[in-house]
Structures are given as structure tokens and as C-alpha cells.
């Protein structure tokens, strides 16, 4: 079974402390909020993020695990327990496939923006976001931005910052899942975390800024979907992420503005 991510930490500068060396020597560990507070560490947008329910990704993990029920037969002799635990782990291993997929299409983005060498066995996806950008008059200016502010008490990347007809935009890529025929669907804590990027990015939000996100779909090569934020729509969302990270300072005990 797939283990939880672990919580990104980032120091007021933007460099990030994932890891923190061992006592003993032996190598490194993940950075816990004991080490956050200690360190004065701001957590990743999306750590926060987390204490928002995502239902639509709860359903999709639950859809494998009822696929894999399906296709898979049942051992003579294996008990209730053995056999859930069994098809669990079995369609965890189908997620973690799709999360290494994502991330290797997303790593050949990042390479092909930054005009590097990229991975050409993810060409369809690359091609298909490069021409969805030249048909939407999207420019990207620069990318893997590493974000950070002490006021707001948060940090994290952004995977572009771009120019377009309508003024400046925080962009990011989502590689997911698509149903042939029906429109993408997307979670709401998405527009949220561009409206972070966005506050930190530009420090007030104009009119003219933008944020979007691209949902490439890893099953479905070539189909790009999108998601459009105007700035009074980031502005509504980076007020919503005001009140839940005050909730997410109480739950840990910790405010990183005060650090």
C-alpha cells in the first residue's frame, strides 16, 4: 500500500528542507513539524491544502480497488481480511503506476520549458501542451518557480509564470485521468493553490492577473483540458486559504509567521 506523502517544508528564503541528517549518521529522515519548529520552516501550500476533503480523489482510489475486486479472483481459503487487504494493496499499485506516469510527463514539461533535453517518450504530451499554449497566446516567462513568504506563511512552486492576451498568469499542470467524452472534472482546492502562488508571485492581485491550471491526460494522449481563474476568483481563493491555514496553524500548534 502506498505510504502518505510526506509534508514539504521550505526555509523564509524559498530553499527547500525536505530532509534533516539522522542522529545516528546513517543517512537522512523527513523533515517532521518538530523540525519545522525548531527551524522556523514555512509548510508547502499544498501541505496545508490537505486538511480540505477531496472526494472526486477518494471516489477514483475506491473505483480501482472495486476494478481490481472485479478482475481478480478470490484464493480458496482466504478470509474476508486477507483477501480486502490483498485487492487494497493490489489497486494501490495501479495509483502509484499512474502517479509515476504524471510525474514523468510533468518532469519532461519542466525540461522542455526550461529548453532542456527531455525524456521524447512523453512527446505527444509535451507537443500537445506546446500547441494548446500558441492557440491561447500563452508565453511562458519562466518556470519551477520556488515561491516563499513569511508574511503569508507558506511557500512552494509554481510550475510557470507566463504572459498572455489578458495579462500576467500563474500556470500549473495537473496530469489526470480523463473519462473519453466528458468534461474534465477539477478540485477546488486547485484555483486555491494559484491564488497562493499568485499573492506570493505578484504581492497584490490586480485585474489583469490570470491563473490556470492544464489538466494533461496521461490515458487519453493529446487531450488537454483547462481551467481558467480571473483575478476576482483569486482573490476569492486566496481568502479562503487565509481561514483554513489559521485552522492549520491551531491543528499543529505552529504559526510560521511568528517563527
Same mark, same amino acid.
Given at each position: =500500500?502506498?505510504?502518505?506523502?510526506?509534508?514539504?517544508?521550505?526555509?523564509?528564503?524559498?530553499?527547500?528542507?525536505?530532509?534533516?541528517?539522522?542522529?545516528?549518521?546513517?543517512?537522512?529522515?523527513?523533515?517532521?513539524?518538530?523540525?519545522?519548529?525548531?527551524?522556523?520552516?514555512?509548510?508547502?501550500?499544498?501541505?496545508?491544502?490537505?486538511?480540505?476533503?477531496?472526494?472526486?480523489?477518494?471516489?477514483?482510489?475506491?473505483?480501482?480497488?472495486?476494478?481490481?475486486?472485479?478482475?481478480?479472483?478470490?484464493?480458496?481459503?482466504?478470509?474476508?481480511?486477507?483477501?480486502?487487504?490483498?485487492?487494497?494493496?493490489?489497486? =494501490?499499485?495501479?495509483?502509484?503506476?499512474?502517479?509515476?506516469?504524471?510525474?514523468?510527463?510533468?518532469?519532461?514539461?519542466?525540461?522542455?520549458?526550461?529548453?532542456?533535453?527531455?525524456?521524447?517518450?512523453?512527446?505527444?504530451?509535451?507537443?500537445?501542451?506546446?500547441?494548446? =499554449?500558441?492557440?491561447?497566446?500563452?508565453?511562458?516567462?519562466?518556470?519551477?518557480?520556488?515561491?516563499?513568504?513569511?508574511?503569508?506563511?507558506?511557500?512552494?512552486?509554481?510550475?510557470?509564470?507566463?504572459?498572455?492576451?489578458?495579462?500576467?498568469?500563474?500556470?500549473?499542470?495537473?496530469?489526470?485521468?480523463?473519462?473519453?467524452?466528458?468534461?474534465?472534472?477539477?478540485?477546488?482546492?486547485?484555483?486555491?493553490?494559484?491564488?497562493?502562488?499568485?499573492?506570493?508571485?505578484?504581492?497584490?492581485?490586480?485585474?489583469?492577473?490570470?491563473?490556470?491550471?492544464?489538466?494533461?491526460?496521461?490515458?487519453?494522449?493529446?487531450?488537454?483540458?483547462?481551467?481558467?481563474?480571473?483575478?476576482?476568483?483569486?482573490?476569492?481563493?486566496?481568502?479562503?486559504?487565509?481561514?483554513?491555514?489559521?485552522?492549520?496553524?491551531?491543528?499543529?500548534?505552529?504559526?510560521?509567521?511568528?517563527?
Amino acid at each position: =500500500m502506498a505510504k502518505p506523502t510526506a509534508e514539504h517544508w521550505y526555509a523564509s528564503d524559498g530553499t527547500a528542507v525536505f530532509e534533516q541528517p539522522k542522529k545516528d549518521g546513517s543517512g537522512m529522515r523527513p523533515t517532521t513539524i518538530r523540525d519545522a519548529k525548531a527551524l522556523g520552516l514555512l509548510p508547502s501550500v499544498t501541505s496545508v491544502l490537505k486538511l480540505l476533503s477531496k472526494d472526486t480523489l477518494t471516489d477514483w482510489k475506491v473505483s480501482e480497488a472495486v476494478k481490481q475486486a472485479i478482475i481478480s479472483t478470490r484464493f480458496n481459503g482466504e478470509d474476508d481480511k486477507t483477501y480486502i487487504s490483498r485487492i487494497i494493496a493490489q489497486s =494501490m499499485e495501479q495509483v502509484d503506476e499512474a502517479a509515476k506516469l504524471g510525474t514523468a510527463i510533468h518532469k519532461a514539461l519542466e525540461k522542455y520549458f526550461g529548453n532542456e533535453e527531455y525524456d521524447h517518450t512523453y512527446e505527444v504530451y509535451v507537443q500537445a501542451v506546446a500547441k494548446w =499554449m500558441n492557440d491561447n497566446g500563452v508565453h511562458p516567462l519562466s518556470r519551477e518557480v520556488r515561491l516563499a513568504s513569511k508574511q503569508i506563511g507558506v511557500a512552494g512552486t509554481t510550475d510557470l509564470v507566463c504572459d498572455t492576451a489578458s495579462g500576467l498568469a500563474i500556470g500549473d499542470f495537473k496530469c489526470s485521468k480523463t473519462v473519453p467524452g466528458k468534461p474534465k472534472l477539477t478540485y477546488e482546492d486547485q484555483k486555491t493553490q494559484i491564488a497562493v502562488y499568485a499573492k506570493i508571485q505578484f504581492g497584490q492581485i490586480e485585474d489583469f492577473h490570470r491563473g490556470f491550471n492544464l489538466y494533461v491526460s496521461p490515458n487519453e494522449p493529446g487531450r488537454i483540458d483547462s481551467a481558467w481563474y480571473d483575478a476576482n476568483v483569486l482573490r476569492q481563493e486566496f481568502d479562503v486559504f487565509t481561514h483554513l491555514f489559521e485552522v492549520w496553524c491551531s491543528r499543529k500548534g505552529y504559526d510560521p509567521r511568528r517563527a
